[in-house]
């Protein structure tokens, strides 16, 4: 099951992520992507949720994406969270418009 939120910035994610919460997803299953790699970066750390890492996208698409651009690395990990090629274009597309894109996700 997954979840996806599309916000302008951190203080609406931060209400998305809490919302979320309050739905019964954990921190360790919320993750936040922005197209510049350090506003994701510092926005996931502010917020104290998960990074997408080698857990959820298995090593080879980890090593993968030093090689891919930023879209690419972007559309992956959306995928590796369950979304399917076509939604992970369409959310690329908008962190590309300067979005924040949360997602929550749960395994099966």
Do not use: P
Request: proline fraction near 0%; hydrophobic fraction near 35%; charged fraction near 30%.
């Amino acid at each position: 099951m997954e979840t996806v939120k599309i916000v302008e910035n951190g203080v609406q994610a931060k209400k998305e992520i809490e919302q979320l919460m309050g739905k019964g997803f954990s921190k360790n299953e919320i993750y936040l992507l922005a197209h510049d790699k350090n506003r994701s970066e510092d926005l996931t750390d502010a917020l104290d949720i998960s990074d997408i890492g080698v857990a959820e996208q298995g090593v080879f698409d980890s090593l993968a994406n030093v090689f891919r651009s930023r879209g690419d690395e972007l559309r992956t990990m959306l995928e590796s969270l369950g979304l399917s090629n076509s939604e992970a274009e369409r959310y690329e597309e908008e962190m590309d418009h300067g979005k924040v894109v949360v997602i929550a996700s749960k395994s099966a």
